[in-house]
T-cell receptor, first 112, second 117 residues
Framework: GQNIDQPTEMTATEGAIVQINCTYQ??????LFWYQQHAGEAPTFLSY????GLEEKGRFSSFLSRSKGYSYLLLKELQMKDSASYLC?????????????FGKGTKLSVIP | DGGITQSPKYLFRKEGQNVTLSCEQN?????MYWYRQDPGQGLRLIYY???????QKGDIAEGYSVSREKKESFPLTVTSAQKNPTAFYLC????????????????FGPGTRLTVL
């Protein structure tokens, strides 16, 4: 399978900005998704990138560099409710089969 | 309200028993998926289905079976052949299976936590 690498855990302060990085193997890349998952709950969709650049959605932004195999999720004005795991998932294409590979997730703790 | 439902939320099973997890969606999505999630691991794909009466094995299909008789429903059976079935099971659906424009964005149900006693 394809490796998706994300930091295991991060801690940030309420009101601050945090950047969660994701690196992946570039061969066959065909899109990248970010999900938020609160403990014991289902993942919820945050963003999708397929072209290079920054996608902004309110307090959340996601960046992609296809040549570098790199993405990040930027969370601004952190709130306590942002404490969750953030999952990076990469769509790979090839051989007529479908494959979306998930990273192990980054557990973000927001502290007062 | 459109969405994906899974039932039950918690399920306990004795070793050697088969159990079926329900997944229903009213989003009119063509594609549906089953994942399992274990602590410290990423989501792993068990099975997926692009259309009714068709489904494909994912990375960890051994010990599982599925059916897709209706567009709205994609039940997963965990058989006694599954060596380590205790996990959090997530069902997802997307408008299409594979689309560079993002129509394959997957939306998840609330999950079923299966514990084998």
């Amino acid at each position: 399978g394809q490796n998706i690498d994300q930091p295991t855990e991060m801690t940030a302060t309420e009101g601050a900005i945090v950047q969660i990085n994701c690196t992946y193997q570039t061969s066959g890349f065909n899109g990248l998704f970010w999900y938020q998952q609160h403990a014991g709950e289902a993942p919820t969709f945050l963003s999708y990138n397929v072209l290079d650049g920054l996608e902004e959605k309110g307090r959340f932004s996601s960046f992609l560099s296809r040549s570098k195999g790199y993405s990040y999720l930027l969370l601004k004005e952190l709130q306590m409710k942002d404490s969750a795991s953030y999952l990076c998932a990469v769509r790979y294409s090839g051989a007529g089969s479908y494959q979306l590979t998930f990273g192990k997730g980054t557990k973000l703790s927001v502290i007062p | 309200d459109g969405g994906i439902t899974q039932s039950p939320k918690y399920l306990f099973r004795k070793e050697g028993q088969n159990v079926t997890l329900s997944c229903e969606q009213n989003l009119n999505h063509d594609a549906m998926y089953w994942y399992r999630q274990d602590p410290g691991q990423g989501l792993r794909l068990i099975y997926y289905s692009q259309i009714v009466n068709d489904f494909q094995k994912g990375d960890i299909a051994e010990g599982y079976s599925v059916s897709r008789e209706k567009k709205e429903s994609f039940p997963l059976t965990v058989t006694s052949a599954q060596k380590n079935p205790t996990a959090f099971y997530l069902c997802a659906s997307s408008l299409e299976l594979d689309d560079g424009g993002g129509a394959d964005t997957q939306y998840f149900g609330p999950g079923t936590r299966l514990t084998v006693l």
